[in-house]
């Protein structure tokens, strides 16, 4: 049954190719938070657009700076810093994180469920996250690893959080500082390690939790002779890491999505080491899909119907993409000098 439904796909996908118009009440809605530029203004502004509809997240405040959306139950919370204090804008309000004094550390992630909204702070040697204003340390090493905090989920009480470490800081040698980096999931602050060394990023985007399996998409990098990055797109479930296969001499993974024992990762292809004209990917069960060019940044799945969204950057001007089963659909009312930056399906 499976491999009927594969070979289904792929048809599905290579028939594909032409372009169809948005339907705001046939497909679920897609958030883009991202900069604007206007001419004769000394700053950029920040703007949410769903769907065709374009809301000024603070028109008045020169400072503003988006680290990150989630959707829950259709509203909306946006993470970042205004006027340079840590602030979460919940549908279009902003309110402190937290009404203490906040830690030093960078605004990473955000999730949100039924039993709050979550906030995930980094610092070098500590992390931590704030549910509902209130802080949580998931582990503090002093002066020991360095963590680099990446994604947080939420599943029923337990607290996932992806993080690449160094157990050598601070020695900072540049042979060793290589070498000792590896990827952990952290529940409930106790560390699983993923299989074999090496730094990987994973987003919240690329987290699920179903049951008692864990699906884990990501990237992991290494540096060219040319000092850029050749990248590989990486899965695990339950731990177990798998290296998907693509036709691209580099790629990264960056979205997920499971349904009916079926997972679909999202993410984009490089000809070379040189990050220029990529090409928006879909891994269904391990298969490669080509989509069309751009950068692939969320995925949902929703009664077989496969959902991606992402960018294109073409003479400097980037453009919103949306596929729907791999026809790229054409959006209404798209902003122009507008840098995309975070999305979300819902």
């Not at 993080?163 to 290589?178: I, R």
């Not at 070498?179 to 985007?205: H, R």
């Not at 040319?226 to 590989?232: F, H, S, V």
Request: glycine letters at 8%; one cysteine or more; hydrophobic letters at 35%.
């Amino acid at each position: 049954m499976r491999v009927v439904k594969a070979f289904c796909l792929h048809i599905l996908f290579v028939c594909c190719a032409f372009t169809h118009t948005f339907s705001s009440s046939k497909e679920p809605d897609l958030f883009v938070v991202g900069r604007k530029y206007i001419y004769g203004r000394d700053h950029d502004y920040s703007y949410l657009w769903k769907s065709g509809h374009v809301e000024s997240i603070s028109e008045d405040a020169k400072n503003v700076w988006i680290r990150g959306i989630t959707v829950y139950k259709k509203n909306v919370y946006l993470i970042g810093l205004k006027d340079g204090i840590e602030t979460v804008w919940i549908n279009g309000i902003p309110e402190k994180i937290t009404e203490d004094t906040p830690d030093t550390g960078q605004l990473v992630d955000i999730f949100a469920n039924e039993s709050g909204v979550y906030v995930l702070k980094s610092a070098l040697h500590k992390l931590y996250y704030y549910r509902n204003g209130k802080k949580t340390v998931v582990t503090d090493t002093g002066h020991g690893k360095m963590f680099h905090a990446q994604g947080i989920h939420v599943s029923e009480d337990d607290v996932f959080i992806t993080a690449w470490l160094d157990p050598n800081m601070p020695k900072f040698s540049p042979a060793t500082y290589k070498n000792a980096e590896y990827t952990v999931l952290l529940k409930n602050g106790d560390e699983f390690p993923l299989e074999e060394p090496g730094s990987a990023w994973i987003k919240s985007s690329g987290m699920l939790f179903l049951g008692d399996d864990s699906y884990l998409a990501g990237t992991n990098s290494r540096h060219t002779l040319r000092g850029r990055y050749i990248y590989t797109p990486v899965f695990w479930k339950n731990g177990k890491k798998s290296v998907l296969t693509s036709k691209f001499k580099s790629a990264k993974a960056t979205a997920l999505a499971v349904e009916d024992n079926t997972v679909y990762i999202a993410g984009s292809g490089y000809r070379d080491d040189h990050p220029k004209n990529p090409t928006a990917l879909l891994w269904i069960n391990g298969i490669e899909h080509v989509l069309s060019s751009g950068e692939a940044a969320a995925i949902k799945v929703i009664g077989g119907n496969i959902y991606i969204a992402g960018f294109q950057v073409d003479d400097n001007k980037y453009k919103i993409k949306f596929w729907k089963n791999g026809t790229e659909l054409e959006l209404p009312n798209m902003l122009t000098d507008f840098i995309p930056e975070y999305f979300f399906i819902n």
